[in-house]
């Protein structure tokens, strides 16, 4: 199994906050991919336990055919809000970003490959 790092992110004026509900709701709506909240450590010396990343999640595809999916579920999230954007994140370090627009139009066959693709073990 891959694991993925899924980045949201927004062009508007979203607090940190809000910023974390939008990814609290993507990462409910991402079950299928066994989509849990990035954490880390905590500072040294620091009581409190593992602090949440603000707008991180990490996912995990466990077998291609999943793009159209993923785009059905985040498209749940985006919808709400279009100024929103996720990126990708493979262990290797690439990156792919997909805008709210990019779900909501015509684009969604391409944006569907570009995401297989990107899986593709």
Not at 17 to 27: D, G, H, W, Y
Not at 41 to 70: D, M, Q, R, W, Y
Request: charged letters at 25%.
């Amino acid at each position: 199994m891959k694991e993925y790092e899924l980045i949201i992110s927004d062009n508007s004026d979203l607090t940190e906050q809000q910023l974390q509900e939008v990814t609290r709701a993507a990462c409910t709506a991402m079950q299928d991919f066994e989509a849990r909240l990035k954490t880390r450590n905590p500072l040294a010396g620091s009581k409190s336990g593992e602090v949440i990343t603000v707008g991180a999640i990490i996912l995990t595809f466990i077998k291609s055919g999943l793009a159209a999916k993923f785009i059905e579920k985040i498209a749940s999230v985006f919808d709400k809000r279009s100024t929103l954007k996720a990126t990708i994140k493979r262990a290797d370090g690439a990156t792919l970003e997909i805008s709210a627009p990019q779900i909501q139009s015509t684009e969604y066959s391409t944006t569907i490959a570009l995401i297989e693709n990107f899986i593709r073990p």
